[in-house]
Each structure stands twice: as structure tokens, then as C-alpha cells.
């Protein structure tokens, strides 16, 4: 049965009392009453937002391109401060969950009635706006007693079906008085109370944010890069609140950028319960930021503002925006998160522009774009010595340049450790630069100690900073500790549920327990993702422990299909003939001469078929060549069968993980 029959009645008012006044409203409103499905009053409500927030922009002349989303013009509404705030609280709502008219399977049916509530509430202000008597204000006004009429309508003579007399104009304003006063007393406490429930806690609702790429309204394109920069401060704003349960990083909600999802789809796939949007536009000096909250559950925009001033207080734009939010979400903040928000990374503006120009193509990761992250980094410095981010900046760039051999490793490293510490000597509390020093300590210097001490410090500062996490996993794995790297893993993927490395690693650690088919799980994760070779080699191997021959060789099938259809039916005759391990010797071969792998990974083959001779020639390979992941061999069970072998030994020692 239908919810939302008194609602469509009060449009029915509505439509009957335009007649004619307002045409293009009137026309919808007469299609939206007549509909029955879901998805019809969905759409067509949307149609009526549509009429009603087009006629508002045309009447104040506010400009936009003929592209532009409905919610765009909302946003530009707002912007311009021509509609109240509560108005386009209920535009948002109702724009937001009317889109599900195109995703039949993805609402619940109970969210058409709060659809044509919003409705009405915009309609009844509409009105007004537009210089129209509202139903309300043709209403009389009713207490409900049985029997009982009573009215400030002088024209009213009835009460208790009695005659009285007409009152005076002295009672009747005392009367209208009183009744007002009234009024407005039970409406403050109306509004109060809906504001509690509105940003009152649902138990059981976790406090995890994911904050949308913002998008940038400035048409400058010097100021191109300032929708991802401000997405990016106002994440590492929230990510120091420790009463919020996660905020996840920026690398898992930039896929959403320019989105056509609706909110819930979204929160879902994030597993989060709040959702974060916003604007910005920069022209010259003069910045406008509008942000609002959404609690992804029932569709409800908890808040939303708009910050203007000066591009020269964007910190205190900033810090106002993190509160607020906090507020919002009744997130207690202690006096050392306050500190932390409250914190002006430099006194230079322009340092700060060329700052965030630096973390915009860091982002970016390849090789041509984080040589240009150096160069804004620099040129920060050059303005403000002192500023501990930018140092910062430097050592993730470093680290992530020697790497992937876009720089000389050993520089590269070098340098990250120096600016690593250079951040800290100046801001002890940055997680991120613990955290790059503590990969250093852990890939390049084999400094065990110092590295876990770095890597933990670095969770704790920051217990949202995805990357830290990782590190820290990865440290743990080599070490031997399963259990927890396993939970520092899992902790990255909360953070950041999509991002393939972390579903690659949580793959590794699979393996290293013996739980193949999880790790098998995980690999094609991470393949979807990004098709690197070697999470095909981890799902061939777990063919493998698991005896799974006949899978393993039609894998294998599928990754020579790339490069060649015709030796299918010899692999089958090889494993007539000697097994899966004859098998594996041809794919090694292959591997070899198509040079699709690496040392450590042509070692691993060969361990899995008990080749320990060769597992350690291959490993001694990779060794000399640098590998970055040479120290893994100390906890990777497909060497166990080495552990004996004075060469594996001397390799651990080497590495300082002798026992």
C-alpha cells in the first residue's frame, strides 16, 4: 500500500489552487499527481525541483552553462545566497534521492514519501517567493479539541456551535499577540528538536567518512588543482579526530570524481556512513568553499555552509570547516586535536600555493610528474624554510622515485631519509614523514628497530594514514609477525578498500598462512584492478599447494595466450608426461626467454616444486641486483625449503635477520 497518499493529496491542493498562475509548475504538478509507481513520482518530482530551481535562477540572472546538473544550479542557488538554507537542504534531499527514478533496484521504497515531503516544503516557500498565497496561509488556524473551533478569524462566530460576538480590535490583537508568541516559541523548540535528530547519533551507525574530490568552479586554470588540493587538507583535517571511527584516504574516493552515482551506492562501496561533498572557486584573491554532510543511511543532508574570504585566511577557512564538521557529527574534540587543526603549516601564502601545486602531481605518480613535485616543493622552501610539509613532500617523492628507479635508488633513499628528518626536527607530529622514514629504515638501511619504532608512531599520530598502515604491514610480514601485519593490512584496506597494492599484499600474507584460496581471492581483486603479472603468478602457485593441477595448467594456458595460442596441447603433453612440475619448468622457460618477470619471481617458481638449487641461485640474482623486496625472503613460506642452506643464511645475515 502506498505511504504517501496524504502527500500527493496536499499536491493535489496545491495544483488546483495554481490554476493557471504559474504554467510550467502547474503542467508537471498535474503529471506528478496522476502517477502511481515509484518511479514515476519520483521522476516527475524532479521535474517540478527542476521548474521550480530554473524560474529562481533566471529570475535573479544567475548564469550557467546549459550542461550544467540540477545539482549544479542548486549549488550556484546557495552560492549566491538567493534561497534559504533550509530550502536547499530540502532541494539536495530531494535531487539526491529523486535520481534513483534511473536505478529502480537501488532505493527503498519508504524514500518517496520523504521525496514528496521535500516537495511541498519547497513548493509552499516557492510560493511565497513568487508573491503567491501559500495553502498554509489560507489555513485557520486549529487546536484540536473535539468539538471545539477556535480561530482569530474576526469573520468566525461560532464556537462550541454557539453564537458570540464579534471581539474587539484591542482582544483581537491581544489574542493574534499571544497566539504568535506562541507560535514562535513551539516552532524554536521544533526546530531544536529536529536539529537533535538530525545530527543526534543512530546506534550502532559508525562515524567513517569518505570526503568526495571537490569540484572547482574557478575558471582560472593556474587554479586547476585546487579541488583535489582542499579535498586533500580537509581529509588530513578529519584524519587527526580520533572520535571519528576512519576517514578514508584520498586515493579511494578519487574514482568518484565527476560521480553519476547516487550518495548510497557510494557510502556502500566505501562502507562508510557519512559522505562529505564541496565546491571551491578561487577568482584572484577572493575564495569561495562550500561543504555539506550526508548521512548516507536515509538520504538526510545533515549540513551544509559556505565559507567566503580572503584567499590569504584559507587556513582559517580551513580549521572552521573541520570543527564545524565535527560538530556536526558530534565528535568531541580534545585540546591537543584542536592544537593539531588549529595549526598554520606557514606564515607564506605563497609558499602554500606552490605546495599544494606539489601534492597535486605527487598524486599523479609517474615519473614525469613527481620530478615536478620536487620542483614545487623546492620553490616552497625557497619562500619559507621552515616549512615541515614541504620537507615532507620531498621525502614521499624521494622514496617513491628510488623505488620505481626513476632516480638513483640509493640517493633517492638517501635524500628521503634527509627530508624525513628535516620535517620532523621542525613538526614531530607529521605521520606521514614518520612513515616514509620508517620505509626507508625498512628497505633500505635493514634498520628492524628504528623502523618499527617509526612505522608505529606513525599509526598512532594518525590512525587514518592508509599508506602508514601499509608500511607497517609490511614490516610486520618480513619480521615474521602474521598476525599483525594481517591486522595492519586489513586497517589500509578499511581506509582505502579498493586500492590494488593493498588487495596484492593482503594476497602475500595470505599465502605466507598457508590460506590459498583467500589469497586467491585477493589476488584477482587486485588484478582487476591493475593487471601486474606477478598477482598471476601468486594465484598459479596457490594452484599449485592446493594440488590443483588441471587449474593450474589451464592458468597458465591464459597467460601465454598473450603472447602465443599454439603451445596449449604441448603443456598438456608435458604434464602426461612428467607432471606439473614439467609443467612449471617449461612455464619457467618461457617466463625466461619472454622476460616478463623477475629474479625473485623465477625463484619462487622454483621453489614450489621443491627446486632449492635453483630457488637460491635465482634468489642470489635478485640480491645482487638490488631488489626492492629482497628481504621478504625472511618470511616467505615458498623458502622454507632454504632455511637450512648456508647461502640463505649468509643472505639473512646480510640483511641483519639471522636469528
Known sequence: MQNWTTEIQELKNYYKSLSGKIAALEKELERLIKVEDEIGVLVSSRRCLEVIVTDICEKETIGFSETIALKGKIDKLRKEKKVPSHIISSMLNLNTISTYGAHPKEFDSRQVRTVLINLIT????????????????KKKSVIDHPGELITTDPEQKYLKGEATKKPSRLKIWKIATYFSAIIIIVLGILYLINKTERIKDIPGLEKSIAVLPFENWSSDKEYAHIGDAMTDELILQLQYIEDFDRVLSRTSTLQYKDHKKPIPIIAEELGVSYIIEGSIQRKHENVSITVQVIRAINEDHIWAEEYTGKWKDIFTIQ???AKQVAEELKAVLSPKEVEQINKIPTENIEAYNLYLRGRFFWHRRTEKDLNKSIDYFNQALALDSTYALAYAGLADTYFIMGWYRWYPKKEAYSKAKKYALKALSINKSISGAHATLGAVYTYHEWNWKDAEEELKLAVTLNPNDAPAHMYYSELLNILGKNTEARKQIDMAL???????IYHGLSAAYYLNNAEYKLA???????????NRYYYMIDILICYIKLAMNEKAIDHIKGIISINANNDHEMLDKIYQKSGIEGVIYWFIDWNLLNETTDSYTIATLYASIGDSEKAIIYLKKYMETDGNLISWINNDHHFNLLKTDPRFQAMLKEMKLEE
Do not use: C, M, T
Request: proline share 3%; glycine share 2%; aromatic share 16%.
Open 122 to 137: 519547497i513548493i509552499e516557500w516557492y510560493l511565497s517567493y513568487k508573491g503567491e498565497e501559500s495553502l498554509s496561509s
Open 494 to 500: 578499511k581506509l582505502n578498500p579498493h586500492f590494488f
Open 520 to 530: 586467491i581471492e585477493e589476488s584477482l581483486k587486485a588484478y582487476e584492478v591493475q
Open 319 to 321: 580549521d572552521k570547516i
